[in-house]
Each structure stands twice: as C-alpha cells, then as structure tokens.
C-alpha cells in the first residue's frame, strides 16, 4: 500500500551553475537565470510502501511522517534561498530534479525497516510542473 | 532516472458519433455528447518525460524544447478547434478522449526524436483531464510504444 504525506515550503532559487558564466548561465535558463533569485511555493509530496500494521492499522504513523519531513526537509527549505542558504545547492543547481534527489537523500536513511520503504519524492515547482524521484534504480 | 511533468491547456469541442452505428444507437450510446451540434472542454494535458539529470543544467529535459513541442504538435493544432471538424484524424475516428489520447501520444512519439535526437529524455506517459472527473493515461506503462 502507498501512503502519501504532502507538505509545502516557500523558497527562491536562481537556476544557476557557478561553473559557468553569466551569459551561458542566461542562455541556458532565461530568466530563471535572474542572480537576485525568484521563488516558488513548493508543493512536496512523500510516498512510502509499505502494510498496514495489524494493531494500529497504519502504514506509518503520519504524525511520525510529517514531523519527520518537517524536520529533514520543511525546516532547512522554507523561506531560505536554496542557492545560498542550503547544500548542496551552493553548487548543485535547484532545479525541481535536483531538489527531488535531495529531499530522498534527506528521508531515506530515516525510512528504512519497520516495513516501511521510501516510495517516491514528488515536487510540485508549480501547479503546472512537477518532477517524480523513485530513487537511483526507477 | 527523473521523471518531469509539464501540464498545458487546451480547449476544443467535439461530438461523439459513430459512422457506423444508426442515429438511434448514436443517441443512446452517446446520449448528450452525441448533440449534433458539439460541445466543449478544457482539457489538460500531463506530458511526462522521463531521463538522467544533467550535470551542469540540473535539467532532465529541456523546458523550452518540451513546450515548444506540444505547443506546435498538439496544443497549437487542437486548441479552439472542432475536434470533428478541423481535426484529419478524427474525420473518420469518433473523437472520444481515449482517441485523443492515441492521437496526441502518437503526435509527440513521432516528432519527439527530431527535438530529442539522444538516448534521453524519453516520453513516458500522456494524461488527459477531460472534465475534473474524466482522465485518461496512455504511456509506456500501457504498452504504447
């Protein structure tokens, strides 16, 4: 069974690559490539697999799964500018795919047994955008 | 391996009508949506591309190539058209949105190599939002190719 945890944090992100220049940086993202930044209201959402347990009838604990993601994830993103405020985005660059990748790396360690497996990271840039992460082998 | 999502908006009408059938069995089977005169949506489209992220973009697909694709291939040609009527496919297939579908799966598989020529991003589904309570997916994992 999948059980879905949905979040949001508001933050601003310049898609940048340091290791270019401005005019390739321009070239390659228009005006996303803006150095001041723009932001978004991020919609997360958290999938996990696993079965229900026989006495409580959960999967998880979705209480446990939102203080979790409020933690590892809400807490170092919201109102921050990735760029400058959170790594590994000083030099990965914050796109929707690479902010999905982190937000898996962030929760996964913290996933494991109990029945309970990281399913998928889904990260809504805006209502019409949005990435899907399931891991290095999906 | 990323999955990306682009939803974009088109609206259009149709009528379902089969040639094939009498225009009683029309009638029935179709019932309103067989109204000579058409009706209309506004249909959403989910593209989902599905590829590697690039090291130095971040991106899995280029943006601008993805739009610029459906924009010429499906939402410029289907947008405030008579899907009956100013559509060629659908001259002689009943426009239901499982045909649209086929139709627009089609349309993105067969220009997607001249805007992706590499191993990567691939098309991996098309979801349609008929009205919020209609949908439809077609895709890889329905065993289109």
Known sequence: ?138 | MIRITRKFRFSASHRLHAAELSADANRELYGKCNNPYGHGHNYEIEVTARGPVDDMTGRAVDLRLLERLVREHVVGPLDQKSLNADVAEFQAKVPTTENLAIEIYRRLTQAWRSVFPGEWPVLERVRIVETARNIFEIGEAHGQK
Request: glycine residues 8%.
């Open chain 1, 1 to 138: 069974m999948f059980i879905t945890k949905r979040v949001e944090f508001s933050a601003s992100h310049a898609c940048r690559n340091p290791r270019l220049s401005d005019r390739e940086n321009e070239e390659l993202f228009g005006a996303a490539a803006n150095p001041h930044g723009h932001g978004h209201n991020y919609v997360l959402e958290v999938t996990l697999e696993g079965e229900p347990d026989p006495v409580t009838g959960m999967v998880l604990d979705l209480k446990k799964l939102k203080e979790l993601v409020q933690d590892e994830v809400v807490e170092k993103y919201d109102h921050r500018f990735l760029n400058f405020e959170v790594p590994p985005f000083d030099h990965v660059v914050p796109t929707p795919e690479n902010i999905a990748i982190d937000v898996w790396g962030r929760l996964k360690p913290h996933l494991a047994g109990n029945g309970v497996r990281l399913h998928g990271v889904r990260v809504y840039e805006t209502s019409d955008l949005y990435v899907d992460y399931f891991g290095e082998s999906a």
